[in-house]
């Protein structure tokens, strides 16, 4: 059976008295760096909650022990995590910190990197970097107080001075970076102008790929000789969890085969689904009819505060799951005041989800690693206020790596100009997939083919036609001619039976569903994708 999670309140308060959360308190308090050193000074009588001075100028922070458990890819418990947290809320803007932006991978290049992997059969690995925060150099002048259980007898009245950051701190997740970046840059990588997380060392003909998401890292390439030098430089610079093979990355499952890659979110089996008692669905008919009449102003009899949980559980399952894309999109539209209505929907995406859990997507090799993209739009499917939806995939031979369904900014006028609209995201989403490829050895030579089933809109951007039905679209879409000009993009016609984004933008009968969730390389575990 597994294990239900503690709730994170529960855990805070056993955190405190169970011993099973005592070694994961050591093991952070005992970490090889050495993170901050002891000044005497005499604390000022304090309110709860509040800091104590030093002088005129600084400020003492707070530190608190957090507790969490952390679970494996099947929903078992992995291990107990105790992690020492400033209580960083007291911090002052332009004193205790300056600078707090810090880049993270996107999820569309952790799958164009699995999509290029795969391509290519290459194996993937991941790393772990433990206690990543407190590895970044910090600037400011940080007083905090002594944690709980290790406040140092007959030295009560000191404070510590932190060397590096902490958890908590608002500029630790940037310190951090600035830490492992300078260790990329100082090894010879190349970093990634369109994705500052990607890096990238080039050796001849050898390559070797990094991707970074906080503390942990995927790194793949051609010789594995390198990859081992690469290994074994970062667990001697930093303490690492070597991980061995991709396995289980940011809450989603994969599962590394021969010659293709199965692609599974294993969070549809460990979080919210578990304590479902509803019945399993394969199919999304319920939502195709709710969708025609679900708007705003719906009845709100009764509280539906759990829809809002259950969108946003869907919500991070689309990383994974192309299919639920436009389903959840649309409910999340309604969270602010979900009605009953809106909870329907909600259930019948998890039960369909519950249905096919198993589920995940192929890639695999092919001749080529070529860029290919669809876009589409609806006309004025909200009933709210007559917007249209956008949608738009990309794929490199395989199982698509890269979608989108957008409620669009405008209302427009005609069905034409919604296609037009959507075009131009495609296109902006196209530009920057191609430089990601290009960093990562991938140059795409020919213009990225994508594919629209409106054959007016094409007509568009090669000629400023039909000026009277054009001349009010906004100027920033119309850099979508730009980009067929330059030899970026090529839209080229297809049916709107062959327009695989059509699953993106509208609910769709079940035939039509099942169809095209096949297309875009969707199935069950147990099935070798053929397309």
Not at 241 to 267: A, C, P, T, W
Not at 459 to 470: C, D, E, G, L, Y
Not at 475 to 495: N, P, Q
Request: glycine fraction near 6%.
């Amino acid at each position: 059976m597994i294990p239900k999670e503690t709730p994170p309140q529960q855990q805070q308060e056993e955190g405190q008295t169970k011993q099973k959360w005592k070694g994961g308190v050591n093991k952070h308090q005992d970490h090889p760096e050495g993170h901050h050193h002891q000044k005497r000074l005499r604390k000022k009588p304090r309110q709860e909650g509040q800091s104590f001075s030093i002088g005129q100028k600084k400020e003492v922070i707070g530190v608190k022990w957090i507790y969490k458990t952390k679970l494996n890819a099947d929903g078992s418990i992995q291990k107990h995590k105790a992690r020492l947290v400033a209580k960083g809320y007291s911090q002052l803007p332009g004193i205790d910190y300056t600078e707090t932006f810090a880049p993270v991978a996107r999820l569309d290049t952790i799958r164009a990197l699995i999509a290029i992997a795969a391509n290519k059969k290459w194996k993937i690995y991941q790393m772990d970097v433990k206690s990543a925060f407190l590895n970044g150099y910090i600037d400011e002048e940080i007083y905090v107080e002594q944690p709980q259980g290790f406040i140092a007898k007959g030295s009560e009245e000191k404070v510590l001075r932190l060397k590096k950051a902490l958890y908590g701190l608002k500029q630790a997740p940037r310190a951090w970076y600035s830490r492992i970046d300078k260790y990329f840059m100082d090894r010879g990588f190349r970093r990634s102008l369109s994705e500052p997380t990607l890096y990238i060392k080039s050796q001849g003909n050898d390559t070797l790929i990094v991707s970074l998401y906080v503390d942990d890292l995927i790194y793949t390439g051609n010789n594995e000789k390198m990859i081992q030098v690469f290994k074994e430089d970062m667990m001697k610079t930093f303490e690492m969890s070597d991980l061995g093979l991709m396995h289980f990355f940011l809450g989603i499952e994969i599962n590394q085969k021969k010659r293709e890659y199965l692609y599974v979110n294993g969070s549809t089996r460990r979080l919210y689904l578990r304590s479902l008692k509803w019945k399993a669905a394969r199919q999304l008919l319920l939502l195709w009819l709710l969708a025609k009449s679900i708007r705003k102003k719906m009845d709100h009899k009764k509280s539906m505060a759990p829809c809002t949980e259950v969108s946003l559980e869907a919500y991070y399952i689309t990383a994974t799951r192309p299919d639920i894309m436009f389903a959840t999109c649309l409910l999340s539209r309604f969270m602010q005041s979900p009605s009953q209505v809106h909870y329907a929907a909600a259930k019948r995406i998890l039960r369909y989800l519950r249905g096919t859990k198993d589920f995940g997507i192929w890639y695999k090799s092919t001749n080529d690693a070529k860029l290919v993209g669809y876009t589409d739009s609806d006309w004025a499917g909200s009933v709210d206020d007559m917007k249209s939806t956008s949608g738009y995939t990309f794929s490199l031979g395989s199982g698509i790596f890269s979608w989108a369904s957008k409620k669009q900014a405008t209302v427009a006028q005609s069905s034409t100009e919604a296609e037009y609209i959507a075009a131009a995201a495609t296109s902006n989403q196209a530009i920057w997939l191609r430089r990601i490829l290009e960093d990562i050895g991938e140059k795409q030579e020919e213009p990225t083919t994508i594919y629209c089933d409106n054959k007016s809109a094409i007509a568009i951007t090669k000629n400023p036609v039909q000026h009277s039905r054009t001349k009010h679209i906004d100027i920033k879409y119309h850099s979508l001619r730009e980009a067929t000009t330059r030899g970026e993009i090529e839209l080229k016609y297809c049916s709107t039976e062959e327009q695989l984004a059509d699953i993106f933008t509208k609910a769709l009968p079940r035939n039509k569903f099942e169809e095209l969730r096949m297309k875009i390389g969707v199935y069950h575990k147990h099935i070798k994708g053929e397309y």
